[in-house]
């Protein structure tokens, strides 16, 4: 039922195992505009055929882009060549970390350990290690089972990571690619997402607190264009960070991750009409959390919730809900 956040109202949400009930009396209550139903465009959180699949399966057939192409393009080799595209137009005002490196042979491993692997296909932290406390056969045989199953590797520099944040954008398909905002984010453990936060654009980039946003979704709006612009129609968000460098500057990596396909970015960001003050909205695991709007039907197993961030509170807008 996540879609029913982000959904426009109109839309339908197709959900067969979900309650429908709680979707209505959700979308009433916060007047959404929103129902479960199986009519319409197809817009999943992302494409692939499984999907395509799925949506024939309820009776809709298309249009349906060419899945093959964005298996492609979701490989983490497109953010490779989002690095290796800012590095050429040298449009930034700062200087980027070294490039990731793809491998597809153990020989090719860089000496040491000091480096994260990353898994071609992977997202939400699987498939990423960071290797820096291994073992190197550890490593190696890490490297050697990613390789087996997906064809390659991606080694990327270890960075003193600062904080972590996305840029979301949308491709029109025609070629354009424009910026929609900022995502902070956070993980619950060393990889795996663990939340975002609700607030303003204003607001977010206060707490980000780095200067060059604008010059860097610039940057990054022009690279993505010519990657996807014509392959890929809908939005999608790149993953960066702020990290310190060896002469303690603040610097950004805006290419961690290229997540082709909607982002829990986008859901904070259409969250944030609820909320009045600084929230986050987090996914924790077994039944819903006592404090806060519960943004699913009640599951035993895991909780994804909307609540006042620490020290700051938080009221929903129309008195709808207040804490």
């Known amino acids: 039922m996540l879609p029913l956040w982000y959904a426009a109202p109109g839309d339908r949400v197709y959900a067969p195992e979900a309650d429908a009930a709680w979707a ?7 007047g959404l505009g929103v129902s479960v139903g199986t009519e319409g465009i197809p817009a999943p959180w992302g494409w692939s055929a499984h999907a395509v699949r799925q949506f024939r399966a309820i009776g809709i057939d298309g249009p349906f882009p060419d899945t093959e192409i964005l298996r492609g393009l979701s490989h983490r080799r497109t953010a490779l060549l989002l690095h290796r595209r800012l590095s050429a137009a040298s449009s930034l005002p700062y200087q980027l970390p070294p490039e990731p490196l793809e491998i597809t042979d153990l020989s090719q491993l860089p000496q040491g350990n000091d480096f994260f692997i990353k898994a071609p296909w992977s997202s939400s932290g699987r498939g990423v290690a960071d290797c820096s406390g291994m073992p190197r056969r550890q490593v190696e045989r890490l490297c050697a089972g990613i390789i087996r ?9 270890r960075l003193d990571r600062l904080r972590d944040f996305a840029m979301l954008f949308r491709s029109d398909g025609a070629g354009s690619v424009s910026y929609c905002g900022l ?5 619950s ?5 663990g939340g975002n936060i609700v607030a303003t654009q204003p607001q977010l980039a206060e707490m980000l607190g780095c ?23 809908g939005p999608f968000g790149v993953d960066m960070m702020l990290y310190r460098a060896a002469d303690g500057r603040t610097l950004i990596c805006p290419t961690v991750e290229v ?20 929230s986050v909205f987090s996914i924790t695991s077994g039944a819903s959390a006592s404090v806060g709007l519960s943004l699913l039907p009640p599951d035993p197993h895991f909780s994804f919730s909307l609540r006042p961030a620490e020290g700051l509170g938080m009221n929903v807008k129309n008195d709808r809900i207040a804490y």
Do not use: K, W
């Open 259 to 278: 997540n082709l396909r909607m982002t829990m970015g986008f859901v904070a960001q259409s969250l944030c009409r609820f909320v009045t003050a600084p």
């Open 183 to 187: 995502s902070l984010f956070f993980n």
């Open 189 to 193: 453990s060393a990889c795996a997402y």
């Open 211 to 233: 200067d060059h946003i604008d010059i860097t979704a610039r940057a990054v709006s022009e690279a993505m264009s010519e990657i996807v612009g014509r392959l890929y129609c």
């Open 149 to 157: 199953r997906q064809g390659s590797v991606m080694v990327e520099p």
């Open 24 to 30: 209505d009396c959700m979308s009433r209550r916060f």
